[in-house]
């Protein structure tokens, strides 16, 4: 008989030995624009008697190259990009990126797995990218999840002093891992994630649909327990940043914002909406300055949450907006939707707002 066994994010790496040593290898370097790229294997967590190898690519300044680590887990398709990773170099920052989807899309290195846990190549993954029909740990985000904890270690024993501080950025199904990674392990300092944060177990039920969310099957109830990102986000104890877009198909727009409401008050939360787009992110920049402000240090303030406060009276309603920052705020617009439950397939619409006394009030019509 099967045993289904809830795993949460307290037990889920309970058994699994991170102090494992990684056989870091070194299979190619080479220099471009100043930036030392390596490449490398690594050994991953033990199953059986066996361990997956994994692959991945450090990018270190040669003027700086104790500068602190930018672990980037792009989305499953990616690959690992040299030119994402010499951009944040140029920035100031070490960078690693490393395979996690394993064979497949045209790639001639990449993470091998080992045969009971093949289904983490994502071209074979069938049920167990989405579900955890027996536990959460015979998923690919759990394998891929444990395999980014042995990738940092093996990016770390690269440097001859450690970085102060490690940063991650989480790219679609990259940010799934992210969200796991920045809870389970403690050496991460910043987390970004863009469009992913959680609630695969609601795909297809909408928050404002009247469903009664107490009744999902005992499938679901492991996925959430054990994997999804919003059960991470209460644990969270780093600053965290969430870059999408209003229609984005990974986490609708309404569940983004309640992953978001998770993270306890006492930390550095941001949130960046795109309106009217499903895969484009608006101001990149702020990645940059996230990443500037908690691993470089830089003198940067971000603003705090606009507070908002809705009024309706008779067929008025009003909005009015408070920022701790109004007085370097130039405009301000209020994006609404009427008349769509699935959020990727909602129409916006934009009022602008007008300042006064210190609010901003959107001119409805």
Request: proline fraction near 3%; charge should be negative.
């Amino acid at each position: 008989m099967t045993q289904h066994i809830i795993y949460t994010p307290s037990n889920i790496f309970a058994d699994v030995n991170f102090g494992l040593d990684t056989k870091t290898v070194v299979i190619n370097e080479s220099l471009i624009k100043g930036v030392a790229l390596k490449e490398i294997y690594f050994a991953a967590r033990e199953v059986f008697d066996k361990r997956p190898r994994g692959y991945g690519v450090l990018a270190q300044s040669e003027k700086n190259k104790d500068a602190p680590l930018l672990v980037i887990i792009g989305d499953y398709y990616h690959g690992i990009d040299n030119d994402t990773m010499l951009y944040y170099a140029d920035l100031g920052f070490s960078v690693f990126m490393f395979d996690y989807s394993g064979e497949g899309f045209n790639k001639t290195k990449y993470t091998f797995y080992t045969p009971e846990t093949d289904y983490a190549n994502y071209m074979r993954a069938d049920r167990h990218l989405n579900y955890a029909d027996t536990n959460a740990r015979e998923t690919c985000y759990y394998e891929w999840s444990t395999l980014a904890h042995y990738a940092v270690t093996a990016a770390l024993s690269l440097f001859d002093n450690k970085p102060a501080k490690i940063g991650v950025l989480g790219i679609g199904l990259g940010a799934n891992i992210a969200w796991m990674l920045a809870y389970a392990d403690k050496r991460i300092t910043a987390c970004c994630n863009v469009f992913a944060a959680g609630w695969d177990a609601y795909k297809d039920i909408f928050k404002y649909d009247n469903n009664d969310l107490n009744e999902i099957s005992e499938e679901r109830e492991r996925w959430l327990a054990g994997l999804s990102a919003e059960t991470y986000a209460k644990f969270i104890n780093i600053p965290v940043m969430l870059l999408t877009a209003s229609n984005n198909k990974y986490t609708h727009i309404e569940r983004a914002y309640d992953t978001m409401a998770r993270i306890p008050d006492a930390l550095s939360s941001f949130i960046c909406i795109a309106p009217n787009s499903d895969s484009y992110i608006c101001y990149y920049e702020n990645i940059n300055l996230f990443f500037k402000k908690y691993l470089l240090n830089a003198d940067i303030t971000i603003p705090q949450k606009a507070q908002l406060s809705i009024e309706n009276t008779d067929d008025l309603v009003t909005v009015k907006v408070e920022c701790s920052n109004m007085e370097d705020v130039k405009d301000i617009n209020i994006y609404c939707s009427e008349n769509q439950l699935n959020p990727t397939s909602r129409a916006w619409f934009t009022y602008n707002a007008y300042k006064t006394q210190g609010v901003a009030i959107p001119k409805l019509h």
